[in-house]
């Protein structure tokens, strides 16, 4: 149990274009969901936490005009990224928790975004 | 803010024999969770181990144990009978207790495993 899915696994858009990540809790429910970024090599930088039907709270310098996150169901959150540019291209990973408060999250595959 | 340190950015081991990862972390809580995750070359995160910090016992799963030392701020990561398939990065993470607490990363360190 407690699988979680991305998709798209690998995406290419041009640069100026809106790309959406869906993430998705298989076989749980899902209050809570987050969204990360990864750069090669580097560690897991928190960009926002989203709780089901609320607005999404995101970290400090994420610029929420540009990473639009939706978490309209207890199994579905979702990542736009609005106006790609270059710099956008990363590894976006998300993660879902059971509840607001429990402590462990169980994370998705991760969403290859390459912004040419 | 809490903020955690994996002081190791690569470490080496031989297949079969034993290896510690480091990690210490920062914070003025008393109540507080310890993770260790591993993330292999497919990126999929993948939790190896959880410690509660009201627990003074160390957690362990199988081949995998944590030295937590509270008052120290410690907690590491061993990996006994090491095999190929433990080959990843491996992050260290803390989070508060309580509601909608984010998890705070490590840098991570990287683990090879020679055969």
Same mark, same amino acid.
């Given at each position: %149990? ?13 640069? %100026? ?90 994370? %998705?595959? %991760? ?6 | ?10 470490? !080496? ?8 990862? /480091? ?27 959880? $410690? ?12 995998? !144990? ?7 701020? !410690?907690? /590491?990561?061993?990996?006994?009978? !090491? ?13 508060? $207790? ?18």
């Amino acid at each position: %149990g407690a699988v979680v899915s991305q998709h798209p696994s690998r995406v290419i858009c041009k640069s %100026g274009t809106s790309v959406k990540i869906e993430c998705r809790s298989l076989d749980f429910q899902a209050t809570t969901m987050f969204w990360y970024r990864q750069f090669p090599k580097q560690s897991l930088m928190l960009m926002a936490t989203s709780n089901e039907g609320s607005k999404a709270t995101y970290e400090q310098g994420v610029e929420k005009d540009k990473f639009l996150i939706n978490h309209a169901s207890l199994t579905l959150s979702t990542l736009t990224v609005t106006s790609a540019h270059p710099e956008d291209s990363s590894f976006y990973i998300c993660s879902a928790a059971r509840t607001v408060s429990s402590y462990e999250q169980y994370f %998705g595959p %991760g969403t290859r975004l390459t912004v040419t | 803010a809490q903020t955690v340190t994996q002081s190791q950015p690569e470490m !080496s081991v031989q297949e079969a024999e034993t290896v510690t990862l /480091s990690c210490t972390y920062d914070t003025s809580e008393s109540d507080y969770y310890l993770f260790w995750y591993k993330q292999p070359p497919s990126r999929q995160m993948i939790l190896v181990i959880r $410690q509660e910090a009201y627990k003074q016992q160390n957690a362990t799963e199988n081949r995998f !144990s944590v030295n937590f030392q509270k008052a120290a701020k !410690s907690f /590491s990561l061993k990996i006994s009978d !090491s095999q190929l398939g433990d080959a990843a990065m491996y992050f260290c993470a803390y989070r508060n $207790q309580g509601g909608s607490e984010k998890l705070v990363f490590g840098k991570g360190t990287k683990l090879t495993v020679n055969p």
